[in-house]
């Protein structure tokens, strides 16, 4: 279980941006791979005994066997010969220098701040008050606002409410106030050892706090799902009700590839925020499973959130090259299909993402009321997720139709998953925004290594395969004398960094594994279509990342045939039965229009 406080126990010493943050918070713990000791997936991969110890050059490249520049991004630690393994498929036995390149984490106070993008967002909280007003937008909207009407207007109440999330809701919970917005692994849970080392008593930055309106009465908890196209902004959503930006968001539709947990804990109301892939039309297995782990979230659900968003048609032209004057925002015909999917049988929230976009705010009355003609949801709230607009009225809601129960989760638990699923998710991430065209969606990244510090000031190690399905594409990806690579490489560092609250060193290599997306024991190799998901219960959480850790070992019974490939990117024509309408995105849709954002 990931945890807002526990990053320290893996704080090897304090960072000048970071102060208070104390060299012995990083206790000496068997890491997550020692721990793993002889496993069979280390033994398997063969002659990498030494990889980051044998001396490599700071941030050097390598060429391997093929005459293909294998790249990695570390610090004086390089790989030896790597061995058998799907992980280490095209990927270079020998390392040849390339020659020294200049430590390339010396060039991070240079270079942009790649998480400006996402991470150094401002505090749109405080600007909450000069914002557009979406609440006029609400209550307007044809929802069940009316039929609330006893409900004290809990935006009124706002202002002088303490923060009470979590902790007021449960006795003898710890305040949650004073904790970072950063998480780590490993201290609880089925993967997290003991949390021996953690430390608490640090001073902590205070998050924005988020006042909740009924931190009084029963404890409701309950799992919700965030259903709805690609690209819509459900992982937006999810960082913005968490305060953090743990999913991953990109330009690129399917970005989100299985359901990802986040547990937000609202007044009296704990919500494990179901992240999940965008629902369409699918070309590759990879999209069945993808769709699979949507549903079935939605199944499990207590509430379904159904998101959608109001980005505008492309503006179309007369064959004179006249603009066609822009229609009235409708429903998006694949939010129809998608909503006659929904079991009638649990509360439907609506959220219409991207209201920002709107420069008259008068369009979206009608596109609410068009939406309300379509089913009768439970609630409707526009917001901005990526300017955090809205976000409490919807957290609100939610909480609302949760069933009364005991919090199933610390106030301080943020996910299930461990540390080492984020630096896969984080280089991925990277792909997405470096690279476009097919080779976003043609990326798997699966983690070969990831080893804690055993001592202050040493990083965690992490060797990482980036898995693509042509050669063309990993051209790509690697770049002139390996300038893409080194630009993925320091970027999902300092996101890995950020998460684990400490050094990272991160090796990348990149794999041609033909049609990986077509193949079930790949997938299942690379962490996608196992159980996961939409669990209505802690146990239940730990149990699957007790099965990410047996599937980890079994990464080594497969094989490793055939190290290139130039097939097709997609299997032509075969297209899911529940979800064969045009309407509906496909696999690999082009991205979202630049005109579309602001
Ligand atoms: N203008 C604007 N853009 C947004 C908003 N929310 C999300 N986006 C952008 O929309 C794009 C898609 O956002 P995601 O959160 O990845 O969308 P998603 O629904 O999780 O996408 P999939 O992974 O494809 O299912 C990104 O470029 C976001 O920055 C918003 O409120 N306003």
Known sequence: MLSRRAVKSRRAEPRAERPGREPEAARERPSHDERAGASPQRESRGPRPERG????????????????????????????????????????????????????RGERGARPDTRGERGARPDTRGERGARPDTRGEKGARPDARGERGARPDARGERGARPDTRGAAARPGAPARGGRPATTDDLTRGPRGGTGAGRRT???????????????????????????????????????????????IVSKTPQTTRDALLGVVHHGSAELALLDTPGLHR????????????????????????????????????????????????LPHPGDLVLLSDLAPDRPVLLVVNKVDVLR???????????????????????????????????????????PEGPFRYGVDDVTDKPARYFAAEYVREQIL?????????????SIDRYAEPRAPGQAVQIDATIHVERQGQKRILIGTAGAMMKRIGIAARERIEELV????VLRLWVAVTPDWRESVPRLEELGYGRARGGATDATEYMIVAERDAEADEADDTADDEGDEGDEDLDAEGEEDEDLDEEDLDDDDEGTLDEDEEE
Do not use: C, W
């Open 53 to 104: 110890r044998g001396g490599g050059r700071p941030g050097e490249a390598t060429r391997g066997a093929k005459g293909k520049p294998r790249v990695e991004e570390g610090r004086g630690q390089g790989p030896g010969p790597r061995g058998k393994g799907p992980a280490t498929k095209g990927a270079p036995p020998g390392r040849g220098e390339r020659g020294a390149r200049p430590d390339t």
């Open 201 to 247: 008593d640090a001073p902590r930055p205070r998050p924005v706090p988020r006042p909740a309106p009924e931190a009084i009465g029963p404890s409701r908890s309950g799992t919700v799902a965030l259903i709805g196209r690609p690209n819509v902004g459900k992982s937006t959503l999810l960082n913005a009700a968490l305060q953090q930006p743990l999913s």
């Open 282 to 329: 699918p070309r590759t297995q990879l999209g069945r499973v993808m769709n699979e782990a949507a549903r079935d979230a939605a199944r499990r659900a207590d509430v379904v959130v159904f998101v959608t968003d109001v980005s505008p048609r492309p503006v179309k032209h007369k064959e004179d090259g006249t603009p066609i004057a822009p229609r009235p925002l």
């Open 360 to 402: 008259d705010k008068r369009h979206l009355l009608p596109l609410l009321e068009a939406y309300g003609k379509v089913r009768n949801f439970d609630a409707v709230v526009p917001v901005s997720a990526q300017r955090e607009d809205g976000i409490t009225l919807v957290l609100d809601e939610i909480a609302r139709f949760l």
């Open 433 to 445: 925004r470096a690279t476009q065209d097919e080779v976003p969606h043609a990326a798997a990244v």
């Open 501 to 504: 609250g400490g050094k990272v």
